[in-house]
C-alpha cells in the first residue's frame, strides 16, 4: 500500500471525529499545537538548517533560501497565525436556510466540513502550519504535500503539531504530511476519490496547471494573478498615480500586484510621463505598446507573451487604450480573473468596468493588492480562488465547508 | 477547427451579452421559446418519429423508448417547464454579502453567472429544453451534448429554440447543440478549460464516471443515488411502514428511491415480517441478510455487490443491524452521499443520524423521494449534486452561479 493511500486512508477515518468536536475543543488543540510550536522551536529551526544547507547546495536562489529559512521570529509569527485562526468564528453547524414545506417538512440547510482537504505546496514552511490550523478548525482533515526543498522542516513541524494533537480531542490520525518526495505520490493523491474531497494547490503557474490537468477529485484552483489597473479618461490624477504604484512596487512577488497598467489615450496624453517617472523611480521597467513608446521613450516593447506573463516582479506592461472596451476587451483576453481595477470618478464607466470585467475581484479607485483574506476581513486565507465554482476569491473558512439538508418530518410521503 | 470548440467559443463569446440582460428581456426569450415549442410541436415529434424507429430498430427497450417518446402532451408539459422557469426568481445581481472596511473600502459580494455550461446527458429530449432554459435564464450560455439516440429530435428542438432567441435579446448562439455524436467530442468538451466553466453529466453511473475521469475543465457530479432507510428500535410502525414502501415503490427508477432497508434487531423481530409482506405486495424483490431470511424466508441473499447497487428497479437489500452506529457504518460505506433517511420517535438518535450521516440530504421520518428541486421549492433543477463542492442536493438556479466581489474606494492603497 503507497504512502499516499495509506496517510489518506488514516485521514479519512479522523474526519468523522473531528466532525462532531465542539468549537471549543477544536480550538484548544489548535492553542496547544501553538504552543508546542515556541516551546520546540529549537527542534524546527535545526530541521530547517539541514533544507537550507540542501538549498545552498543546489544552488538555490537568494530569495528561494529566504522564503524557506525559519528563525525564531518566524516560527513565532507562525504560532500567532495559529492563534488568529482560534479566534475566527467556527463555520460548521452554521444554520444557512430554514424552510417549512406546505406538506409540513421542515428544511435545515447546515454548513458541514468538506470532509479531508489535500493541499499541495510549494517551499514555505508556514503553510505547512497554516493549512492545519485551516483545515482542522473548519472541522476537516488534511493531507499535506509539501515542496521536497522543505521537507525537512515540514516533517519536523508535522511531528510537533503531532505531538500536540496526542493530547488534544482532535485526533492525530486527521494531519497528514507525505514524505515520498516522488512526484507520483501528487499523481496518486489528485486521483483519490472517495477519499479526498478536494485538492487545492498553493503555488505557481507550473503546478496549479498541472494539477487541474491530473485530477479526477475536485480542485480549487489558487493563484495565478495576471492583473490590470485601468486609468480612465475620468480618472483623478493622484488616485491613479496612488494606485498604480501602490499596485506595482508595494509587494510585486504576490498575486495581486499589478502587471499591466491600461491607460485611456486623453488620461495617458496628460499626465502619463509624471506616472511612469514614478515608477521608474521605484525601480519599475516598463515595456510599453507602440503609442506608450512614444510618450515614454528608452523602453522595452511589450511583446505580445508579456500580456498574459504574471512577472511578479519590477515589471510592469503598459498599453494605452483608445476607451473603456477597449480596456475591459483587454482584460477579458489576458487577465487571469483574479483582481482588476479601474480609477475613474465616473460612476457610469465604474459601473460598466464591475459588471463587465470578469474577475474573482473588480475594484473602482482602490489598489488591487487588496484582494487578501485579511483585508477583506476573513483572517487567515486558504489562498484566493481564481475559479468560478465553489469559492471565489480569498477564501476563508467558510469556503473549506459544504452544506447538508436536514428534513424533519412526521411521516410524510411522496404522493 | 472541430465543432465542439467552434460552437463552446461561439457561446463563450455570447456570454457577456447574456449577462447584461435584464430579467425581464431574459424571461420574455424564455417565454418565446415555450410558444415556439407549442406552435412547432408537429415538427418536433416528426423528428422524435426518426428517433424512435431507429431506436426500435436498434433494439431499444420498451421502457428506454418510452423515455425518448415525445407527444403533443408531453411537448406541452417541456413548455410548461419553461413557463415555471420564468417565475422562478432570478439570482443574478442578488447582493449576497455588504461590508466596509475600517479603511473605507466597500465591499459588495454579488452574484454573477458562471459564463458557458457544458451540459451531458442521455436519452431524454426534455433535457435539452430543461436545461437550456435554466442556464440561459442564470445568466449563462450553455453548450448541450444529448444522447446519439435522441440526436433528430434534439436537433429539431434546438432549431426551434434558435428561430425563437432570434426575435429577442438573447444571442442565438448562448445556446450550442453537439451533433457529432463521436465519443470523442464529449472528450474534447472536457478539456476546454478556458472556455467551459463548468461541465454537469446527467445520466447513469457509467456516464458520470467517464467524465469525472477525463474532465479537466470543474465538474458537477449528479445523480447516482444508493439510498438506505434505517427503521430504529424506536421507530413508529405506521411510519416506518408508510415511509419505507414509499421510499421503494413510489418510482424505483429514480436515484432518491431506496436500495436498501436497514432494520434494528428488535423492531425487526416485532415488525419487519408485516412490512416486508406489504412489499412483496407491492412487486419487490426482497434481497437480505441471513438474520432477514431468518424471518422472511424464500427470498434471495444480498450479496456484497448488492449493497453497493443502485436498481432503480423493484429490488430492494434488506439488512438487520444490532444498534445506530451499525446503520450509520453501513450508510457511509455502500451510499453514494445522496438522501438517507431515519425513522425514529428518539430525538437524540435521529440528531446522531443526521449529524454522522454523509450526505446531501438526511431525513427524519419522511421518504427520501422528497430530494428534488420542485419538492424543496427551487422550482425546477438541474440535478442533484452528490459532490461536496459548490452545490449539494438539489440545484436550483443559485447553482448555476458564481459570485464576485466588487470593491469600491477613493484612492485607497495598502500599507
Known amino acids: ?18 466532525n462532531q468536536l465542539t468549537t471549543e475543543q477544536k480550538n484548544a488543540a489548535l492553542e496547544r499545537m ?12 535545526a530541521a530547517n538548517k ?5 538549498g545552498a547546495a543546489n544552488g538555490m536562489s537568494s530569495s528561494l533560501l529566504d522564503r524557506l529559512t525559519l528563525t525564531s521570529k518566524r516560527v513565532e509569527d507562525i504560532a500567532e497565525g495559529l492563534r488568529q485562526i482560534v479566534e475566527l468564528p467556527d463555520p460548521i453547524g452554521d444554520l444557512l436556510e430554514e424552510f417549512e414545506r406546505p406538506n409540513g417538512l421542515l428544511v435545515r440547510k447546515v454548513r458541514v466540513p468538506l470532509g479531508l482537504i489535500g493541499i499541495i505546496y510549494e517551499a514555505r514552511p508556514n503553510v505547512t502550519v497554516d493549512a492545519a ?57 489528485l486521483r483519490l476519490n472517495g477519499l479526498v474531497d478536494v485538492v487545492i494547490p498553493r503555488g505557481g503557474r507550473s503546478l496549479i496547471e498541472r494539477v487541474v490537468k491530473n485530477a479526477t477529485v475536485p480542485v480549487i484552483e489558487t493563484g495565478a ?6 486609468l480612465d479618461d475620468g480618472a483623478d490624477f493622484k488616485k491613479a498615480c496612488d494606485i498604480s504604484i501602490n499596485a506595482k512596487v508595494q509587494r510585486p512577488s504576490v498575486c495581486n500586484s499589478m502587471e499591466t497598467l491600461l491607460v485611456h489615450q486623453e488620461f495617458a496624453h496628460h499626465y502619463l510621463m509624471e506616472i511612469a517617472d514614478k515608477l521608474i ?62 480609477v475613474t470618478e465616473d460612476p457610469d464607466r465604474a459601473r460598466r468596468f464591475m459588471l463587465e470585467v ?12 487588496f ?13 484566493i480562488s481564481t475559479q468560478k465554482l465553489h469559492a471565489r476569491g480569498p477564501m476563508g473558512l467558510p469556503a473549506l465547508t459544504s452544506t447538508k439538508y436536514c428534513v424533519y418530518g412526521n411521516g410524510q410521503i411522496r404522493q
Open 34 to 45: 501553538a504552543q508546542a510550536l515556541i516551546d520546540r522551536q529549537d527542534d524546527i529551526i
Open 50 to 54: 539541514e533544507d537550507l544547507e540542501r
Open 371 to 383: 484582494t487578501d483574506g485579511f483585508e477583506f476581513g476573513f483572517g487567515a486565507e486558504i489562498g
Open 225 to 230: 494573478g495576471v492583473c490590470h489597473t485601468y
Open 1 to 18: 500500500m503507497s504512502e499516499v493511500f495509506q496517510k489518506a486512508t488514516l485521514a479519512k477515518q479522523a474526519a468523522p471525529v473531528l
Open 133 to 189: 490550523g485551516l483545515c482542522l478548525k473548519s472541522g476537516n482533515a488534511v493531507i499535506l504535500r509539501g515542496g521536497s526543498d522543505a521537507l525537512s522542516s515540514n516533517q519536523k513541524i508535522v511531528q510537533v503539531l503531532h505531538d500536540a494533537l496526542a493530547e488534544t480531542d482532535i485526533p492525530v490520525d486527521a494531519l497528514q504530511l507525505i514524505t515520498n518526495p516522488d512526484r507520483n505520490s501528487v499523481d496518486e493523491m
Open 358 to 369: 470578469d474577475a474573482a475581484a473588480v475594484y473602482q479607485n482602490a489598489s488591487t493588492r
Open 281 to 342: 523611480a521605484a525601480g519599475v521597467e516598463i515595456r510599453g505598446d507602440m503609442r506608450t513608446r512614444d510618450i515614454i521613450s528608452g523602453i522595452k516593447e511589450a511583446k505580445e507573451e508579456d500580456w498574459g506573463t504574471e512577472y511578479n516582479d519590477y515589471i510592469l506592461n503598459i498599453r494605452i487604450v483608445n476607451h473603456l472596451d477597449e480596456a475591459i476587451d483587454h482584460i477579458n483576453r489576458y487577465g487571469t480573473k483574479h483582481s482588476e481595477c479601474i
